[in-house]
């Protein structure tokens, strides 16, 4: 579930949603983070209202995920700084590797620019600027898988010491 989509709610209180490439998950403090602009809409829809819910698949086991939570922008601090590093790393090890880059929309980062000789101005002071970490912290994580005509489904919460609860 590397690609996973981002729903929010607008200031007019519509939701949006998205499609982001998922760039860390910690299970013990039950956290995701994605990397976005800065300026994006996404980010000025979080401030406004800190909340998300992401939704993801993976094919191979018919496993549907919804996590439901809080969100918090981070363009500052350790959160944002480890995770320029990592994008920074990736980046300088794709100018060092240009045919190593991974392919295919799994690999989209789209603040890269696709050619390989100007990946450095993707590392530039005013990119630092823009980056943003989002950081969504599951209160609420909803589980179904589907195979065939059997259908189970199960929902874990943090205040149940993310114990699943089978529904249905
Ligand atoms: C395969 C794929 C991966 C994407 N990954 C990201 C991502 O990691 N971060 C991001 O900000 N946008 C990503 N996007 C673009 C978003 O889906 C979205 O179009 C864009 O960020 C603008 O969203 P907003 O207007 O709601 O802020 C991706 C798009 C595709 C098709």
Known sequence: MHLLTLSTVTADRMPAARLMVNRGADRVSG????????????VAELRTSPYACVVGYDPSEGIELRVMGSAVVHTRGHVADRHWGQFANIATWMIGSPEARPSG???TDLRLPPDPDKLMH???????ERF????????????????????KRAVLRRSGHWRAEVVG
């Open 122 to 128: 993707g590392l530039t002071a005013r990119s630092r």
């Open 31 to 42: 956290r995701l983070w994605f990397h976005a602009d800065a300026e994006s809409p996404k």
């Open 132 to 151: 943003a970490v989002v950081e969504v912290v599951a209160e609420t994580i909803d589980w179904l898988q589907a195979a065939g005509s059997d259908q």
């Open 105 to 107: 929309p799994y690999a």
